[in-house]
């Protein structure tokens, strides 16, 4: 039987150091700092089960690193089988530095670097591959093996670094969506342009979220705006786009179109910066509730 979705991606570590102003140049006072879980896939798992979206995370850990954090996964029904778990060294670990809004990251990629993602990966099994952050190289092999539709291309910041022009090429011909943020959206676009290609003009769907600013649904050469949902009490913006790729499914699992599913990613990502994202406590019901009162006002 086919499941709905496999998400590819990080587990990380988060050593999250709190400052006044994360563009300031030279030193400064650490306000606050923690060690919490998180990781663009570790991230969606915790609001996604919450919401109940079925899926299966893939994913490269180390066993030295990540102890707490797998069984903490394991104790709200996450399913940890499809994690590679290693022994022979750390991470990943990211070190985050932010001011509450703005951000900036440094990786310890651990296992996950050389991990064989595609190994024993069986594409059939599954409605949707999302491929996020992780080895671009394995990712290629498992879009260029699978079914175009099924691929939503999910690179992140590893857009920047990971791909090249040939690979960012690759996987959007071999990708029947993608999710960027804006300045993810520049790169693509740019690397595209040196093909004289566009990637509405490849793409059938693809979505580009803009924080505070919305977010764009872009099919069939027609742009959709979503506008944003206000929060009045921001705790934190870390993993706010992890949580709008929770609603994003949620909405394409219980049949909505894009346009809501986007709608649903919103209110999913504005409901996780209120508090830290292992804290996330909205459930299905209550999601549904928040959509049916304010899609209209999110339409742009």
């Not at 070190?95 to 190994?119: L, V």
């Not at 764009?216 to 992890?242: F, P, Q, W, Y």
Request: net charge negative; hydrophobic share 35%.
């Amino acid at each position: 039987m086919e499941k709905f979705l496999a998400f590819f991606g990080h587990i990380n570590i988060d050593i999250k150091i709190r400052v006044k102003d994360v563009n300031k140049a030279g030193s400064q006072s650490a306000e606050n700092v923690e060690e919490l879980f998180g990781g663009t896939a570790g991230n969606f798992a915790m609001v996604a089960a919450k919401i109940r979206v079925p899926f299966d995370l893939y994913s490269s850990v180390s066993s030295q690193t990540h102890r707490r954090y797998l069984d903490y996964l394991r104790s709200i029904g996450i399913d940890t089988s499809h994690i590679d778990i290693g022994d022979k060294t750390s991470g990943p670990v990211c070190y985050i530095i932010t001011d509450g809004e703005g951000q900036r990251a440094f990786m310890h990629q651990g296992p996950i670097e050389n991990w064989k993602a595609s190994e024993g990966f069986s594409e059939q099994n599954y409605q949707y591959i999302d491929l996020g952050t992780g080895p671009a190289n394995e990712y290629m092999k498992i879009a260029g093996s699978a079914e175009r539709k099924k691929i939503v291309f999910d690179p992140g910041q590893e857009l920047s670094y990971r791909y090249d022009d040939e690979s960012t090429r690759f996987m959007v011909d071999h990708s029947g969506m993608s999710i960027v943020n804006s300045d993810e959206f520049k790169i693509l676009k740019k690397r595209l342009e040196r093909f004289g290609e566009a990637p509405e003009n490849i793409l059938e769907n693809f979505i580009v979220t803009k924080g505070s600013e919305g977010s764009e649904i872009h099919k069939n050469n027609e742009i959709i705006k979503i506008r944003s949902l206000e929060v009045h009490k921001i705790n934190d913006t870390v993993g706010a786009g992890d949580a709008f790729r929770a609603g994003l499914y949620f909405g394409i699992y219980n049949h909505y179109d894009l346009t809501d599913a986007v709608i649903f990613g919103t209110i999913t990502a504005a409901e996780a910066i209120r508090k830290p994202i292992a804290d996330f406590s909205m459930t299905a019901d209550q999601l549904k509730e928040s959509f049916e009162r304010n899609r209209e006002s999110l339409i742009s």
